[in-house]
Nanobody
Framework: QVQLVESGGGMVQAGDSLRLSCAASGPTFSVYAVGWFRQAPGKEREFVAA????????AYADSVKGRFTISRDNAKNTVYLQMNTLKPEDTAVYYC????????????????????WGQGTQVTVSS
């Protein structure tokens, strides 16, 4: 079983940057694909970014493409989400999620494809 803990959220102004971290505990994190999702008040949880088990493949929602970067350090059991040029519409609770996979390049995009979830970290961007 993998346990995920997000950190790095906070309150910033539009145009600022934040780096979220998702620290995993449990065996063999390097065989888990990871995704970041976010949920704003009154809205459904939405896909933000995903990374394959090797880190060689990544994907982003159109709304964050060019501003956010997902990466992972399997030696540290940690996945990061670097968020630049933040906008007020990025305000949400950000969650990381993980699932085991046998496919090194596979990415997962929907909430129901993930098995393990963190508790979330709040990001608030003021204009």
């Amino acid at each position: 079983q993998v346990q995920l803990v997000e950190s790095g959220g906070g309150m910033v102004q539009a145009g600022d940057s934040l780096r979220l971290s998702c620290a995993a505990s449990g065996p063999t994190f390097s065989v888990y694909a990871v995704g970041w999702f976010r949920q704003a008040p009154g809205k459904e949880r939405e896909f933000v970014a995903a990374i394959s088990i090797s880190g060689g493949n990544t994907a982003y929602a159109d709304s964050v493409k060019g501003r956010f970067t997902i990466s992972r350090d399997n030696a540290k059991n940690t996945v990061y989400l670097q968020m630049n040029t933040l906008k007020p519409e990025d305000t949400a609770v950000y969650y990381c999620a993980a699932r085991g996979t046998l496919y090194s390049g596979r990415l997962y995009y929907s909430t129901n494809e993930y098995v393990y979830w963190g508790q979330g970290t709040q990001v608030t961007v003021s204009s």
